[in-house]
């Protein structure tokens, strides 16, 4: 039962440099998300995903990217970080439709950019 | 739009106090509100969900639509329930879950 799994757990970045933090689900999932998590500010959302090939973007979107090619998979892309974007990075994911459902966390990444 | 306020950053209480985390919420349709908990270094998890009407680990929480509220209650708290709440909502518009800041629970012995 492996869930949501996310890698890396940890990852330190220097301002400027990319990476990708990955995010897996076996539930068959059609809806997955990222959110970063923020001191005071709770759990905002950067961009989701409705299903394979659909993507749309969430409250705060801005130096991120993301593509969903499989119903599996679901990348985050840095692509040239910055100190604002330290944080810690949660992806979830949810049956679609309505009615009844909740959402699953990975463990998270806690993302430092200096 | 689509918000979740959570007044209290940090909530402390006794051992076997009672405890409420207030939640409101603000939304035109018909909402799905949800408690969710995270424990110290674990992963966020639901507690608990409004159409479910459960009681999990002795909390419970009403939907007040004329309120718009969904505050969480727990009439005996432990020291176990240390961890941070936060209440979500789920609207139709792409069906995200949108949170609340959260607020820390500390159970003091």
């Known amino acids: 039962n492996a869930g949501v799994t996310q890698t890396p757990k940890f990852q330190v970045l220097k301002t400027g440099q990319s990476m990708t933090l990955q995010c897996a689900q076996d539930m068959n999932h059609e809806y997955m998300s990222w959110y970063r998590q923020d001191p005071g500010m709770g759990l905002r959302l950067i961009h989701y995903?409705?299903?394979?090939?659909?993507?749309d973007q969430g409250e705060v979107p801005n130096g991120y990217n993301v593509s969903r090619s499989t119903t599996e998979d679901f990348p985050l892309r840095l692509l040239s970080a910055a100190p604002s974007q330290t944080s810690v990075y949660f992806c979830?994911?949810?049956?679609?439709?309505?009615?009844?459902?909740?959402?699953?966390f990975g463990q998270g990444t806690r993302l430092t950019v200096v | 739009a689509q918000r979740v306020t959570q007044p209290e950053k940090l909530l402390s209480v006794f051992k076997g106090a009672p405890v409420e985390l207030k939640c409101n919420y603000s939304y035109s349709g018909s909402p799905e509100l949800f408690w969710y908990v995270q424990y110290s270094r674990q992963r966020l998890q639901l507690l608990l969900r409004h159409i479910s009407r459960e009681s999990i680990k002795g909390f419970t929480a009403d939907l007040n639509k004329g309120e718009t509220s969904f505050h969480l209650k727990k009439p005996f708290a432990q020291e176990e329930d240390s961890a941070m709440y936060y209440c979500a909502l789920r609207g139709n518009y792409g069906q995200n879950f949108v949170f609340g800041p959260g607020t820390r629970l500390s159970v003091l012995p």
């Open positions: 979830a994911s949810s049956r679609g439709g309505l009615g009844d459902t909740e959402a699953f």
């Open positions: 995903s409705v299903g394979a090939g659909i993507t």
